[in-house]
């Protein structure tokens, strides 16, 4: 039997709860030694999963995920345990938070207790939407626009360029360049929203949220300069006469001339990131133009209170997953993914005992309930409750 046909056997035997232990000790081996297993069985998950007219089973594919992780135990506890805890996430379908799969043999999933039922239900009254599109514009005179709520079209006209509001975000388009004097509007997210914005010069941007944008609604001098608190995605427009460049303040300095690239630099993280994509970009801490440092594509800078580090062939697919959608949670402490929930979904984050220090890998789509979300990290031994007010304990 071919290995394809043998995987699809042995998915049905595990589904079906008629898979004997060493049939579930064969699926995880084939998961385990060949990375294409893994995508084959989300593949076939996802062809057999209830139709559309009948409601997702959320009990039976958490059996299903649970079996697998049932045989990785047995295997893996034949090895030592390494001091960290470590949590895998594979992508599922929007229905559900995520399927589990292990790596036998090399990382250990703390399963010793019984997995209780998350306190925070699918059907709970309690449950928080996902993030969506949405901004606060603040023109030059002061005054503010909420982008949630405007219509489409023409949202106001300064120094020559005309700004409209369209289904891909906010676009200025010069009219008239040079006319009048230099102006300057902010764009700003709050936590549960994120937004694009076109600059006058062509370039494309990004918030994350919780991030804001400060720039020119022209570019009539010698460079453009804009400046980013929070996290944001750019692709900026080719000008060799005029310098693109990305003021970050208190932090860094950038300057580019052509390219795409990512930074997160938000004020309650540590460290700040710049991801290059494509180009090159010039790149200082705030106020050390003599330690500036080039990035090539595919090289990531981390910047803190201890200097400037660069690690090359960086995860590209990490850096940019929330633009496309997703969370990656590549390495990430249970901290660190705590707080991009607590941006995305709009919460107040409080840590309750002694809770476990858990390392997790995998992605997540960004347009799951909250609920979804934490069903699918409970199963790390960490566990939540969900307050008035958007404030979410959590306890070991």
Do not use: C
């Amino acid at each position: 039997m071919e290995k394809h046909d043998r995987l699809q056997y042995l998915l049905e035997r595990m589904a079906s709860g008629a898979a004997t232990d060493a049939e579930l000790g064969e699926l995880q081996a084939l998961v385990d030694r060949d990375d294409s297993a893994i995508g084959e069985a989300e593949s076939w998950l996802e062809a057999v999963r209830p139709e559309a007219a009948r409601p997702f089973d959320r009990q039976h594919w958490m059996q299903v995920a649970d079996r697998i992780l049932a045989a990785d135990k047995r295997l893996a506890e034949e090895n030592a345990p390494p001091k960290l805890r470590v949590h895998f996430l594979h992508r599922w379908w929007s229905a559900a938070a995520a399927v589990l799969f292990v790596a036998a043999g090399v990382w250990y999933f703390n399963r010793h207790q019984p997995v209780p039922k998350p306190m925070l239900s699918v059907n709970a009254p309690l449950d928080v939407e996902p993030g969506r599109n949405g901004a606060i514009l603040t023109l030059s005179d002061g005054s503010q626009l909420e982008l949630d709520s405007a219509g489409n079209g023409l949202i106001s006209r300064q120094s020559g360029t005309a700004v409209v509001l369209g289904s891909e975000g906010l676009q200025y388009t010069p009219e008239d360049p040079g006319a009048g004097e230099l102006k300057y509007n902010t764009i700003a997210t709050s936590k549960g929203r994120q937004f694009t914005v076109t600059l006058p010069d062509g370039s494309k941007v990004w918030l994350n949220a919780a991030s804001s944008l400060r720039f020119p609604v022209a570019f009539n001098g010698g460079d453009r300069t804009v400046e980013l608190s929070g996290e944001g995605y750019f692709e900026v427009a080719k000008d060799a006469a005029k310098p693109f460049r990305v003021k970050v303040p208190g932090k860094l300095d950038l300057e580019v001339l052509g390219t795409s690239f990512n930074v997160n630099a938000y004020a309650n993280e540590r460290n700040s990131y710049t991801t290059l994509v494509t180009g090159a970009v010039r790149i200082a801490q705030a106020g050390n133009e003599g330690g500036a440092m080039v990035l090539k594509p595919g090289e990531q800078l981390q910047a803190g209170g201890n200097g400037m580090e660069v690690t090359r062939n960086a995860n590209l697919d990490k850096a940019i997953a929330w633009k496309n959608g997703l969370f990656n949670f590549d390495g990430a402490g249970l901290r660190d993914m705590m707080r991009q929930l607590e941006r995305w979904y709009d919460l107040d984050v409080v840590y309750e005992g002694n809770v476990p220090d858990v390392v997790f890998f995998g992605e997540m789509s960004r347009k799951l309930k909250l609920s979804d979300v934490l069903s699918g990290l409970e199963r790390s031994d960490v566990h939540f409750r969900l307050e008035e007010g958007r404030r979410l304990i959590v306890m070991p």
